[in-house]
């Protein structure tokens, strides 16, 4: 297909104005191929939640399935490198597939792994954590009340969902500092382009450095915490030590990048819709629950993941070929005026609402209840706390990083006024 419209997802439009360029592209094609990039590109609700429940045609082993040489071509010492984080990649549960639907699996499969970890994450296990939630952002608000001001993303979204999934893993507090370090750097993951391996093995290397020692002592003798449960799936034969390794990794990236986003992107609608904090205001504890669901669909944390095609497959009237690459878009789905109405308004109380910011299907999010509840603790407590929020800046000034899976401002400075 010859394009007209503009389709890189790269471009200053998709990263400033996504709902207007997710919007276009889904209303142009919703499920378009995207030569340049040879990627399709999937923007409509209706074929993401397609893709994501049809793991047969769909599978997420992007890396270990991905039989073309990286593009753009890349030198010998390069491909050793892109040898070392294939092999991790492909080690993560979330890059697996299950047996039968890939019948290639050996060893363990997807359920198998997530199984090992699935109890931990339950609703009714997630809520212990709400008073170390409640209690951590007590005292992060202290200090912004008393300041009359704050960047959202350092002063309250990135210390939140690290400290509480560093506690849950049974990270000593004092490491934080330098494991917020090295979980930084992971951040080359989600970087495009032969730039990025070099910085990104090394990043790998170092946070595997740290974990392993932690993962070898809870191995030997368990404790009540998550590496312990994971490595359990060791003992279990589930795991060998490295994927021990690699998926502690895992819950600790996903565990906080993410919510990061959510924590950010809410507050952020909130400053530009005076009407919805309002409302939220008017009753913080009976309306988090719906306002956190809306802020997750309306400026999702999470833009875009990849599969691959496990055969031909005829989808909207196209030919999605064997080992081609799809990539799903939360943002295209999320405002989906099939599903949603009034796509584009900011409403908190709306229900239903069925948004894929968590994904769906067999890979739907593990951590969901947890960054539900980080979410709902904030958006409470900023309503509760504070009468005004008012962005220090033009909405058009805010800065986002320029990585394709994630939604992520730079910095968001608002000025607070306290309710007391
Ligand atoms: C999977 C989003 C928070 C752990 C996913 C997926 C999405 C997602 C879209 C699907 C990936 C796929 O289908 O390939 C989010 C968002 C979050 C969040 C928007 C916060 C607002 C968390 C937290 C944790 C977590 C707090 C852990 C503590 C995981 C894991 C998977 C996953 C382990 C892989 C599940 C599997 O492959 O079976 N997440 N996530 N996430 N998430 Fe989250």
Known sequence: MVSTIND??????????????????????????????????????????????????????????????????????DMEIYNFIKKWQVSRFIQHDQRRYNPEVSGADHVDMRRVMHGYFTPKSMEMWRPLVQSAIDELLDAVEEK?????????????????????????????????????DLRFLNRDGPDRMGPLSQAVKNLQDYISPLVAER????????????????????????????????????????????????????????????????????????????????????RSIQRIAVDDIEMNGQTIRKN???????????????????????????????HVAFGSGVHHCLGATLARLEGQEIFRNLANRFDKMELEIPVEQVEYDHVLTFRAVESLPVTVTSAR
């Open 8 to 77: 890189n997802p790269f471009s200053m439009e998709a990263i400033y104005q996504p709902y207007d360029f997710y919007n276009r592209l889904r209303e142009y094609e919703p499920v378009y191929y995207n030569e340049e990039l040879e990627v399709w590109m999937i923007t409509s609700w209706e074929h993401l939640v397609w893709v994501t429940r049809h793991p047969e045609a769909f599978s997420s082993s992007v890396y270990a399935r991905d039989v073309r040489a990286p593009n753009p071509p890349i030198d010998e010492d």
């Open 148 to 184: 009359g001001r704050m960047d959202v993303m350092a002063d309250l979204a990135t210390p939140l969902p690290l400290l509480v999934i560093a506690r849950m893993l049974g990270i000593p507090d004092s490491d934080r500092p330098k494991l917020r370090e090295l979980a930084k």
């Open 219 to 302: 191995v030997e003798s368990p404790k009540d915490d998550l590496i312990s449960v994971v490595a359990e799936g060791e003992r279990q034969g589930i795991f060998n030590r490295d994927m021990t390794i690699n998926n502690v990794m895992l819950l600790l990236s996903a565990g906080h990048e993410t919510t990061i986003n959510l924590i950010c992107n809410g507050t952020l609608a909130f400053t530009q819709h005076p009407d919805q904090w309002a409302d939220l205001k008017s009753d913080p504890e009976g309306k988090t629950v719906r306002a956190t669901e809306e802020a997750l669909r309306y400026d999702s944390p999470v």
């Open 324 to 354: 081609d690459r799809v990539r799903w878009f939360i943002p295209g789905a999320n405002r989906d005026p099939k599903v949603f109405d009034r796509a584009d308004d900011f409403d908190i109380e709306r229900y239903p609402n069925q």
